[in-house]
């Protein structure tokens, strides 16, 4: 990777991720892209272009503008959104997909898209989900993200385009929140944790799910970017997580720093029935062994500097 072009560069992943890229790689190498524009490190301190990714022209026309070598496609509608949303999901998602694999095919382009452990459904082993399974998901969501991981294998055995992609957990970040996503809740129980010491969750107790640090994340990213090619099986649907947890684990934890935090439920029962659809656990194997996956944050730890960062960006709003 020497000239990376990103997309959804504001985004939860993206606005972490560019400003990764840019340390390691260079501030002028990584093109940072998005539909909006804020007054941030990710559009200040580096290149930045507006892009709307169903327009596969001008996608283009940036990429071979930056000389980009790597294309790393983040655009897209999480899951409860995309559930609210169904067809536009489908064209955002779909044709935002399809665009960046045409542009990385022209421009010979090393490539990278998330997918989601979303990418399973029901009818999936629920617990230490192994890599190669059922995948017959009942959101439109999943239903991207499965024909997604197919279709980048099919660029990969069609063209040999260098496909890769990561089936990420739910994300925990104290930079940018996550927008429409069933897994948020992870996310938004901290920032009420150091707000008001307390967070009515809408996912029920002893719901389940993978969760992840946003380093980990972004360390997952790159390392599987620079891993050797023919170490690589599972080139675009890697299962990766650091915890399996439940509101209640969450919320343990936090107590070990804020004793009197208190957790209610009001459970919404859309987000809800999207993550009973999802798995309790899956099983990181393939990645340990093809490329060396090892996430550093556990439940505990991400627990202390979240609540460390969130209170540190609070007091210094306060005082400001
Ligand atoms: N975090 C995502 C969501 O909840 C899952 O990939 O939609």
Redesign the pocket.
């Known amino acids: 990777m020497k000239k990376i072009l990103v997309t959804g560069a504001l985004g939860q992943i993206g606005s972490e991720l560019v400003v990764k890229l840019r340390e390691v790689y260079g501030e002028h190498n990584v093109m940072a892209t998005d539909i909006r524009r804020t007054d941030n490190e990710v559009v200040c301190n580096g290149p930045f272009e507006l892009l709307d990714v169903t327009d596969g022209r001008r996608m283009f026309e940036i990429a071979k503008a930056h000389q980009a070598d790597t294309l790393i496609h983040l655009a897209a509608l ?5 559930e609210a949303k169904p067809l536009l999901a489908w064209n955002l998602n779909m044709g935002g997909l399809v665009n960046a694999l045409e542009v990385a095919r022209e421009l010979n382009c090393k490539f990278f898209t ?5 990418a399973f459904g029901p009818t999936t082993p629920k617990d230490n989900t192994p890599q190669d399974t059922i995948q017959r998901p009942t959101t439109m ?1 999943g239903v991207n ?1 499965v024909a997604g991981e197919l279709l980048c294998d099919y660029y990969f055995q069609k063209f040999s385009l260098d496909t890769r992609g990561l ?5 925990i970040s104290y930079v940018t929140p ?1 927008g ?5 809740y992870a996310v938004e129980i901290y920032y009420e944790a150091v707000k008001r010491q307390a967070y009515t969750s809408y996912i029920a107790k002893n719901t389940f ?1 993978d969760m992840m640090y946003m380093p980990d994340a972004l360390k997952a990213i790159i390392d599987l970017m620079e891993a050797d090619s023919s170490r690589l099986t599972h080139r675009n649907a890697f299962n990766v997580t650091a915890m399996s947890v439940d509101p209640e684990a969450i919320a343990t934890a936090i107590r070990r720093q804020i004793p009197e935090f208190k957790l209610s439920y009001q459970v919404d029962p859309v ?1 809800q029935a ?1 993550a009973d659809s ?1 798995p309790n656990s899956i099983d990181a194997t393939a990645s340990r062994d093809e490329w060396g996956f090892k996430p550093e944050f556990d439940l505990d730890k991400m627990t202390k500097d979240m609540l460390l960062k969130l209170s540190q960006k609070y007091s210094l709003v306060g005082a400001s």
Do not use: E, H, Q, V
């Not at 998330?114 to 979303?118: A, D, E, K, L, R």
């Not at 089936?167 to 994300?171: A, D, K, Q, S, V």
């Open positions: 999480l899951s409860a959104t995309a998330p997918s989601s452990i979303g969501y993200k089936r990420f957990p739910g994300l996550p429409g996503g069933t897994t948020d799910m987000r999207i999802w």
